[in-house]
């Protein structure tokens, strides 16, 4: 067989090179070639700044519902901005005086 460069046993012959492979300095390296790719735009995030002037209870129950989203499965953005939007909804609830039913209703029926 003209192809086998093995003996019989299987085994094949390395031969040693009369010269050493040449030594790699730190100068000679191959450098990879760097492609410069502009920084990733990052927006700040707008409801952090309203978070922050919120009282400490407000805060901490944005934190927490954060956290349960982010368990869920949810981004750690997509989290945040969900509980910021349900934290918000209820304090301008809260905050907002409900006008009673009678003032909604209309005086006369009539005028309708």
Not at 72 to 86: C, H, I, K, M, Y
Request: proline content about 12%; charged content about 30%.
């Amino acid at each position: 067989m003209p192809f086998e460069d093995g003996d019989d046993t299987g085994r094949v012959a390395v031969e040693s090179s009369p010269d050493p492979a040449p030594e790699i300095t730190a100068g000679s390296r191959r450098r990879s070639v760097e492609t410069s790719f502009p920084p990733p735009v990052f927006h700040p995030l707008a409801y952090r700044g309203v978070v922050a002037d919120w009282p400490v209870v407000w805060r901490e129950q944005w934190g927490k519902r954060a956290n349960e989203l982010e368990e869920s499965g949810l981004s750690w953005r997509d989290a945040e901005t969900q509980a910021f939007v349900e934290v918000w909804k209820l304090r301008r609830q809260q905050q907002s005086p409900q006008p009673p039913v009678a003032a909604l209703a209309p005086l006369d029926a009539k005028r309708n």
